[in-house]
């Protein structure tokens, strides 16, 4: 909760600010004209590899604003992207957020960008440096390579401005939690060539939950991040630009349920040992050209570095000798682990705007690399069995250290043409190649795009299109406990196949922005286990056959509106429907994929009161969902409603004061996040996110 320092603090500031704005003369018709709300986003920068249209873009795409993220106090991505129903938050485990999108779950290596190149995400984004999100639905193998059928998300940096601008907030909330973010931007020299932004955010919080010993878990965090643009004449302007990430945090894996749903020791419980820690520590550093070439042809190139060490110390809980009315012993062993990931990207696009038999012609063609590399150094801790409730002793290492590498090059080529065929009708074609390399083993894919627009009216348009992913299988290899029948063989990558129909419209006079898509895809050619029995010539092996029968369908319908529904009301909701099952597997044929409603909804929305005073309403509903694979733990569905309130006080022209209240589960309800797994060893779903009770946030701002 809060420091009532702290609270009294905050608070009075709020209550302040009202009594401030008296002694200035205000006018007394309200205008809302020009105010900075409506949500709504009329380009993306991700579905074409380019700036496009809303209505030009043959398919659904997400953008999550600034100005939501602002007025939600947003700290992690799960908390952005709750605003979009197609993503669906997995477990947390390892201290980072995992995501399904349309049902297919968010790859870490492959399924996040970060303004438009891959960006290995295995750990809590720094939200504090992001413009906007962007989330790209659908198969997107033409431009960005290996990926899940679902799509992407991209969070898209902040940019440094010409006019200086400075913004300097602290948050306070339940608890004990405190952040403070200044963001300081403007021009360095008098023509304006030159332009830097620095944001720099330090946070630190408790939690609801607490160990064994009684102890709560505790997290310190900083985001520091530099970004520099320089126009090197009318036509090239250089970017630059460097971030850390720095996230020391104790461990929670979350909740114990009984497959019936009864939690075990309690809500507030947590089972990690209270000495689990994890320490993540990241830098990217890269830059970026924008070059204009003539009156056709433009070139984008960059390059970017990842450097990401993280040292985890854990307990691993295990529940095989727990009972469900909390007798028993815990198992407690684990490991004390140091992992090093880099990852490097590269890339050039060269976009010809031009005229071609009578046709506009946006062609794009280019290429991308990304080198990955990793090395782990794992020493395992002996195994202790504790009592629930009890402090779990410092553990005794265990065996001799477990070193692992491994790296792997991709290449990417890909051409691509959006065709104006008349004011009606426009096209998009393109296709990509691709090659990884892991261990002298290469795998190659090819994947194609096709879609067709067709504007009835100037705000509106009407899409179909054909799209494909590949996700590389590798190659079958034998190991300790299992023999393959096939060793050797090189799987085909497995396949997403989409074909989505769907159709957006600028309403209002273009102040709200609709949109809405019918689905189906399909992924195919996933690797499947068929087991043979004994091997032959090792009894303490299985002998096996991997297949690639395996295969996932989803159909689903989604609808999306941001912007203006009045002068003073703007509102952000979207919602989806989706029928997803698993249609070919060994043990999970019929099941469907975990953490997956079938229908979900969320809506966030401003009422302008006053100039002053604006109100806020969210609500999310996320429909009930299956806990593990095996479909045999279910979770309930939930409507949680937020509430705000933001009072603005203009100091003058370029001064505003703004402070924030909100509470978030306004009525406490229960319900479970994501996360959840069972084992054969016991009958419990465990590592189930439990979502927080009521909570508040009190923010001041200053915006220069």
């Not at 309200?30 to 409506?38: A, I, K, L």
């Not at 986003?41 to 604003?65: F, H, K, Y």
């Not at 990690?272 to 204009?292: H, K, L, T």
């Amino acid at each position: 909760m809060f420091t009532k320092s702290q609270l009294a603090l905050v608070i009075g500031a709020i209550l302040a600010t009202p009594a401030m704005a008296e002694s200035v003369e205000t006018d007394e018709h309200m205008v809302v004209e020009g105010r900075e709300y409506g949500y709504k986003a009329d380009s993306n920068s991700t579905a074409m590899r380019m700036e496009a249209t809303q209505l030009e873009t043959p398919g659904q795409v997400a953008v999550i604003s600034e100005q939501l993220i602002d007025e939600q106090r947003a700290s992690t991505l799960g908390e952005v992207l709750q605003n979009d129903a197609s993503v669906s938050a997995g477990g947390t485990g390892r201290n980072r957020e995992r995501f399904s999108l349309r049902g297919f779950e968010v790859g870490s290596s492959s399924g996040f960008l970060r303004d438009g190149h891959q960006h290995w995400s295995h750990y809590r984004q720094p939200v504090e440096l992001l413009e906007r999100v962007e989330v790209v639905k659908g198969p997107s193998g033409l431009l960005y390579g290996s990926s899940a059928p679902g799509g992407l998300i991209n969070m898209v940096s902040k940019s440094p401005t010409a006019d200086t601008q400075v913004n300097i907030s602290q948050d306070i909330g339940s608890n004990d939690h405190s952040r403070t973010v200044v963001d300081v931007s403007g021009a360095l020299n008098e023509d304006e060539t030159l332009r830097a932004r620095t944001i720099l955010s330090k946070e630190s919080y408790s939690s609801w939950r607490h160990y064994g010993d009684g102890s709560s878990p505790q997290t310190e965090r900083f985001v520091g991040g530099l970004f520099v643009d320089y126009d090197l004449n009318d036509d090239i302007t250089l970017s630059v630009h460097y971030d850390k990430t720095s996230d020391e945090g104790s461990v929670d894996s979350g909740a114990l349920y009984t497959l019936d749903g009864q939690v075990v020791g309690g809500k507030h419980h947590i089972w990690d040992a209270q000495w689990s820690e994890i320490d993540n520590q990241v830098e990217n550093i890269g830059f970026d050209i924008d070059a204009r070439l003539n009156d056709v042809w433009s070139l984008k190139t960059g390059y970017n570095y990842q450097d990401f060490e993280r040292v985890d110390i854990e307990s691993y809980p295990g529940f095989k000798n727990l009972n469900p009315d909390g007798t028993g012993t815990v198992t407690h062993g684990g490991n004390n682990r140091y992992d090093k990931w880099r990852f490097r990207t590269a890339y050039v696009d060269l976009v010809a705007d031009t005229e071609l038999m009578g046709m506009n012609h946006q062609f794009l063609m280019g290429g991308n690399w990304l080198g990955y590399s990793y090395h782990r150094n794992q020493k395992g801790f002996k195994s202790q069995e504790v009592p629930m409730g009890s402090s779990v002793p410092q553990p005794e290492l265990s065996g001799s250290d477990r070193i692992s590498d491994s790296a792997y090059n991709t290449w990417g080529f890909y051409i691509q043409d959006m065709v104006t065929i008349n004011d009606q009708w426009q096209a998009l074609a393109g296709v990509r190649f691709d090659r990884k390399v892991e261990e002298g083993v290469a795998e190659e894919s090819v994947s194609p795009k096709f879609g067709l627009i067709y504007h009835p009216a100037d705000n509106g348009s009407i899409y179909f299109s054909y799209s494909e992913s590949f996700e590389p299988q590798g190659k079958v290899l034998s190991d300790s406990k299992t023999t393959y029948v096939n060793d050797g063989e090189i799987l085909d990558a497995a396949k997403g196949i989409s074909y989505e129909v769907g159709t957006k419209w600028e309403l209002l006079d273009q102040r709200l922005f609709v949109s809405g898509a019918v689905f189906d895809i399909t992924k195919q050619d996933i690797k499947l286990d068929v087991d043979l029995g004994t091997d032959p010539a090792n009894s303490n092996k299985k002998l096996v056959n991997r297949t690639q029968t395996g295969e996932q369908v989803h159909r689903g319908a989604e609808l999306g509106v941001q912007g203006y529904l009045t002068e003073r009301f703007s509102v952000s909701g979207s919602a989806m429907y989706l029928d997803a099952e698993i249609k070919n597997h060994a043990t999970y044929a019929g099941n469907r994929p975990v953490d997956v409603p079938e229908f979900a909804a969320s809506v966030w929305s401003t009422y302008a009161a006053t100039n002053e005073l604006d109100l806020n309403l969210g609500v999310i509903y996320e429909g009930s969902r299956f806990g593990d694979a095996q479909n045999t733990f279910k979770k309930d569905g939930y409507t949680r409603v937020d509430v705000g309130v933001a009072y603005t006080h203009k100091y003058d022209e370029n001064l505003d004061l703004v402070a924030r209240f909100s509470v978030e589960n306004l009525f406490d309800t229960e319900y479970l996040g994501g996360g959840g797994a069972t084992s054969s060893s016991h009958q419990y779903a465990e590592d189930v996110v439990i979502g927080e009770g009521r909570n508040y946030m009190a923010t001041l701002q200053i915006k220069y």
